[in-house]
């Protein structure tokens, strides 16, 4: 299983926005120090609090203070693009940093920055399976690409310089709450970005959305794969449970009503609670829908194993970036995360290091034993040395052997 974190990123509105993006850039730089495998950028245009408008820049200057991180768009809005210029710039991209480029797609998650191009928001989803699809095609096809496209046109398209990867850089679509990111997943044989697994409802049914994936693939020829699943959560880690509540509670709370409530208008979402007064959509509701991971480490590992059984299996978590709490917390649970619960899920070197010392403690007392001997044997060849030579022999040599130690 894979780990990163999906920057949105959420600043609060009024701070200065390059400190905001010098710390979303350090952010990068600590979970690339710790091992961390991904880091996806989103792209946003409005609304105050995601201010990132180019994920492609921003992960051109985060290859530069990385070294092995995988860096993703998280999500590229494919409808506010020609896809021509997103394969393009991916692939030069995926050239500059030796292959450590991912192509997130989506067809555009605020209403606002639709509206300000003037794109039909009925049209987004059709266009970005539309425009993904050439990008696709670019990617892999020799020459002479011709398409008469919804919103582009293409007429004897070619990429001067394919992708560094072969046959081309991992893509992911986004999926939210409705079939549609799924449907897309599998109609273009790409992997999946579950991006709102937090909101409500967002848990539901996750076995059969990946079986809708699935579904789509096979009526289109393609085929889908559980490992380029990724599911995305609030985490925050602390030593206790109840430490890990009071760093975020605050926080979390004003970034659900300052955001998601009070900008984006987003009671539509909370339709299974209609008349909950928006004081009650907090973080601890969210918590006990499954839609955040705050706890410990070992709360951590059991939220991931129950989602394992949930969904059928998927191929990594991506923690949702936020600014909950201090600087110095939020740190902290990148580190207790990468330490503790990453390596109970990847692969057998954290096992072997477990049954090493299994098989000591289960040993121990033969271990010791041999140990003493070794010692003892030691003592006894110097003393006879000494003997040897004529000389005393150290009172250190004569002490009862109840005293000796490893």
Not at 317 to 344: D, M, N
């Amino acid at each position: 299983m894979k780990f990163g974190i999906f920057i949105a990123p959420f600043h609060r509105v009024g701070e200065n926005p390059t400190l905001c993006f010098e710390r979303d850039l350090q952010l990068i730089e600590w979970l690339d120090a710790l091992g961390y495998e991904e880091a996806f950028i989103g792209e946003h245009h409005s609304s105050g609090w995601e201010i990132i408008p180019s994920p492609e820049i921003f992960m051109a200057v985060a290859a530069t203070r990385t070294r092995r991180i995988m860096l993703g768009s998280g999500v590229v809005s494919i409808p506010y693009h020609h896809p021509f210029n997103v394969a393009n710039r991916f692939a030069l991209l995926d050239h500059l940093t030796h292959g450590r480029v991912m192509l997130g797609c989506g067809p555009g998650a605020l209403a606002a920055d639709a509206h300000m191009l003037g794109i039909d928001s009925t049209t987004q989803r059709k266009r970005m399976v539309e425009g993904v699809s050439a990008i696709l095609r670019l990617f892999t096809e020799e020459g002479k690409i011709s398409i008469d496209g919804s919103y582009f046109k293409l007429v004897d398209a070619h990429l001067q310089v394919k992708p560094f990867q072969q046959p081309h850089l991992p893509i992911f679509v986004a999926s939210t709450v409705s079939p549609s990111g799924m449907v897309a997943a599998g109609q273009l044989g790409c992997g999946v970005l579950s991006v709102a697994s937090y909101a409500p409802r967002g848990l539901d049914d996750l076995m059969k959305r990946w079986a809708m994936a699935e579904e789509s693939a096979a009526e289109n020829g393609k085929t889908v794969d559980r490992q380029n699943w990724r599911m995305v959560f609030p985490i925050h880690l602390a030593e206790t449970r109840q430490d890990a509540m009071d760093d975020i509670r605050d926080g979390a709370n004003s970034w659900i009503r300052d955001y998601f409530i009070d900008t984006l208008g987003a009671r539509l979402q909370f339709e299974e609670y209609p008349n909950q007064p928006a004081e009650e959509l907090t973080i601890d509701r969210m918590i006990g829908r499954g839609g955040a991971i705050i706890g410990t480490p070992d709360d951590a590992i059991a939220k991931i194993k129950e989602l394992q059984q949930a969904t059928g299996g998927f191929g990594g978590i991506l923690g949702l970036a936020h600014e909950w709490t201090t600087r110095e917390k939020t740190l902290r649970s990148y580190e207790l995360f990468a330490r503790y619960v990453a390596p109970q899920f990847q692969g057998p070197v954290a096992h072997q290091i477990k049954y090493s010392n299994d098989w000591a403690r289960e040993n121990r007392d033969l271990m010791f034993g041999k140990t003493v001997a070794g010692i003892v044997t030691a003592m006894q060849d110097y003393a006879q040395h000494k003997v040897e030579k004529g000389e005393p022999v150290p009172d250190m040599l004569t002490q009862p052997l109840t005293r000796v130690r490893p």
